[in-house]
């Protein structure tokens, strides 16, 4: 079942159990019932560490984004390395100020930003506003004037380059909604001056998510650059070049660029160029450090399929249904190497089609209650859940050692009604009802 070189280092079996950083995941189901992600404390440092050293010979900050797994406590672990943030939204920016994250470590990006979250973040001080239209940079410089504050941009261009992933992560093709075109980017920068509360500090590129092969990043960068010299040669200094996010992992059979593969690619680009480089990884960091436990409710047969039904479904990971994308599943329990295997279908018991987790996939021996580990469900993963059918959400648990924290409950059923209100005209009508 587990590859020689399997790819997550801190889960694997031990014996016939599977361990995640020494803790057996069975006792974890448990303990905390399923479905519930488990993260690895080890993972998640390295990830961040070996990103960080690969970028040695610049001055640099990375920006974990938030959006790949927003769980505060994974955050504050994070923070606690000297990570910053990317937020794309107020609320994201909520949850890294709280988890410590210094606010000069903190950009905001997203097409569409609220007045008020404009005026959050300028009144927490942020690092860059990274921003993608001229309509917004009229917001900003308005609502940063009534602030009596200068807000500092990171202009989005558009490098107009394919990423070679999914279609719904490609953002850094000239038909994406993504990004402001080079031409015009540089009529903005030549009129700066009438935008009087702005501070015109950095180019910002993100060209998509799950991108295995430095080819697309070394295009895109070398058009960042140009541009920047561009703007040089104009005397317009620019102080930041941020990278954006993207950097492939291993779901399946991928072999993405190593941290250090991705640093030297760039390098000749970045060296010379007297800017401060910003990285955005969010994948990279949380992918391969999550699983998503799950117990299997029963096993159905017809003559054409088998499907295995399991207690978590697309509203706890949405990434299959959402992107046909491809999860590793291993049973907590392993089976003997030759015991029958069969083709399967493993799904959740959402009224969709569309919630499934692996289809046609050669699989184990399973039966009711044994648990699943759903693989690489570090990233998109819990951030992405809903309680479509009312379902409650999932607990999270942090590994580390050992050791395992409770780092969110799972949701109740009242928590699902929490915000919602009967308004008196229907109470009144159930009253009436009642009384027949
Ligand atoms: C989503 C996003 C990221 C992170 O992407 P990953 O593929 O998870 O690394 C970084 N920057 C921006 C602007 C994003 O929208």
Redesign the pocket.
């Known amino acids: 079942m587990v590859r020689k070189d399997f790819f997550m280092h801190d889960f694997s079996y031990v014996g016939k159990s599977f361990y995640c950083e020494n803790v057996n995941l069975e006792k974890i189901a448990k303990r905390f019932g399923t479905p519930t992600y488990v993260y690895s404390y080890k993972t998640l440092t390295e990830h961040y560490l070996k990103l960080d050293s690969a970028f040695n010979y610049i001055n640099h900050t990375i920006c974990y984004?938030i959006?790949?797994n927003s769980n505060i406590a994974i955050c504050k672990l994070l923070a606690g390395q000297g990570c910053g943030a990317?937020v794309?939204s107020g609320g994201e920016l909520y949850r890294a100020i709280k988890a410590g994250i210094k606010p000069d470590k903190i950009v905001y990006?997203?097409v569409g930003k609220t007045e008020d979250e404009i005026k959050f973040a300028l009144l927490s001080n942020i690092l860059l506003f990274?921003s993608e239209s001229q309509a917004e940079l009229e917001l900003i410089n308005k609502v940063a004037g009534e602030l009596n504050k200068r807000a500092k941009i990171g202009l989005?261009i558009n490098p107009d380059v394919d990423a070679k992933t999914h279609a719904y992560?490609t953002?850094g093709k000239k038909e994406n909604k993504f990004g402001i075109p080079l031409g015009e980017a540089f009529e903005i920068y030549k009129k700066a001056d009438r935008y009087k509360n702005l501070e015109f500090r950095g180019i910002?590129i993100?060209i998509?998510?799950?991108i295995t092969s430095v080819q697309p990043y070394v295009e895109a960068v070398k058009k960042a650059v140009d541009f920047i010299n561009k703007l040089k040669s104009n005397e317009i200094k620019i102080d930041y070049i941020n990278i954006?996010?993207?950097?492939g992992i291993i779901y399946d059979k991928e072999s993405p660029a190593k941290a250090d593969e991705f640093a030297d690619s760039l390098k000749p680009f970045l060296k010379g160029l007297n800017c401060s480089l910003i990285l955005?990884?969010?994948?990279?960091i949380t992918g391969n450090a999550g699983v998503l436990l799950t117990k299997v409710l029963l096993v159905k047969k017809s003559i054409e399929k088998k499907f295995i039904i399991v207690d978590a479904a697309m509203n706890d990971l949405a990434r299959p249904s959402l992107y046909d994308a491809y999860h590793n599943i291993l049973p907590l329990v392993k089976s003997d190497e030759d015991k029958s295997s069969e083709i399967v279908d493993i799904v959740g018991p959402v009224c969709e089609s569309g919630d499934f987790f692996a289809k046609n996939r050669r699989f184990p021996f399973v039966e009711s209650n044994n648990i699943l580990a759903i693989l690489s469900a570090g990233?998109?993963g819990f951030s992405m859940s809903s309680n479509y059918n009312s379902r409650p959400r999932a607990a999270e648990v942090l590994a580390k050692n050992g050791r395992c924290y409770l780092i969110r409950k799972r949701e109740t059923y009242r928590d699902l009604i929490r915000n919602e209100k009967i308004p008196a005209i229907l109470a009144k009508l159930g009253r009436k009802n009642g009384k027949k």
């Open positions: 984004s959006k790949s990317d794309v990006a997203g990274n989005r992560i953002t910002h993100h998509g998510s799950q954006g996010g993207g950097l955005e990884p969010g994948r990279f990233a998109y």
